[in-house]
Each structure stands twice: as C-alpha cells, then as structure tokens.
C-alpha cells in the first residue's frame, strides 16, 4: 500500500471511529471516487457500524453522468460481495441532483431493478433538499427517504435552533409527504 493510501486509511478509520463514538451508527459517503467505498466500508467494519453509499452524478444530470453512475453500480455490487449485505444500510443515487423528478427516480428504480436482479438487497433512494422532497412526492416513491436539511438556507435560524429546525419543521413536514417512508436527515 502506497503511502497516500495508507494516509487515506487512516484518515477514514479516524473519522468511522470518532463517528462510533459520538453515538453515530453509520457513516455517509456521496461519491466512491479515491476507493471511498473500500475505504469507508472498511472503517466502518472495523468499528461496526454501517455506511449510506451514495452514488454522485458527476456530470450533474442522470443522462450526462449514466457511465459513471453505471459503473458506480458495479463497485457498490463488488463491495456487497466483500462486505456483506448487513454493512451497508441503503445505496443513494444522487445528492441534490439538477434533474427532473423523473429522470432521478427512473434511475434510483432502474438501479435498485438491477441490484435486486442479481441478489443485492439493499435499499436505493435519492437524496434532495428536504423542501425539494416536500414539494414533489415522487421523491418518495422509493425505499427510504434521504434529505439534506440546512437550517442556515432556511433563514432566519441561528445554528442552536438547527435541532428544533430539523425535528419541529423538517421531519414533520417530510412525515406528511411520505407518510411511512424511513426518513434519514443526511445533511
């Protein structure tokens, strides 16, 4: 292993660590570029604790960043097979991609269609801006709900009213336009 390698191995057994002992039972990653996969997997089996792998859209639509995020399919499928199913606590494609609701969850039922073809079983949303969430339910219709709510973007909130933010406001309003759904704050 080459020294940048191990630099980064350390990097993210530090931060799954630190993540486990501040009471966090998993880890989110938004791209699999520099092995963060491996990586992140890794770190997170050493602790115990499970990742949210999120599949990134490189070229900022789901037409323009489809090789990628096909080929992104294929290392989430080849690190199932390494660290097993229960690792791994749901597989996002896209953050707060500039698409329509459409053609995001098209892809999110093409790659769970796929997953699920040959054996994965893990969960596959999206995530999005909570209020994007809000507004278009279609965001919904997937396994789980993955929102990124920022009470700065907000207005009007000072960083010690972000808690009452996201559980008085934003986890209400997500529960009432995707009633049933596990909702994960991921941002």
């Known amino acids: 292993m080459g020294k940048d390698n191990l630099i980064l191995e350390t990097e993210w057994n530090t931060f799954a660590r630190d993540a486990k002992n501040s009471g966090f039972n998993a880890i989110r990653i938004t791209g699999f570029d520099c092995n963060a996969l491996d990586l992140a997997s890794s770190a997170a089996a050493a602790v115990g604790i499970q990742v949210l792998a999120g599949i990134y859209a490189s070229e900022g639509t789901i037409a323009a960043s489809l090789t990628q995020i096909n080929n992104d399919v294929q290392t989430f499928r080849a ?33 769970r269609g796929y997953l699920g073809s040959v054996g994965v079983t893990t969960q596959v949303s999206t995530v999005h801006t909570w209020v994007n ?34 559980f008085q406001t934003v986890v209400p309003a997500l529960r009432a336009a995707c009633p049933g759904k596990k909702i994960y704050i991921t941002e």
């Open 79 to 111: 690190a199932y097979a390494k660290y097993g199913a229960g690792r791994y606590i749901g597989l996002t494609v896209g953050n707060e991609v500039n698409d329509s609701v459409d053609n995001i969850m098209a892809k999110v039922f093409d790659v």
């Open 133 to 166: 969430i809000r507004d278009n339910p279609a965001l919904c219709g997937a396994d789980f709900v993955g929102a990124n709510a920022h009470a700065f973007y907000d207005g009007g909130r000072t960083s010690g009213q972000a808690g009452d933010f996201v």
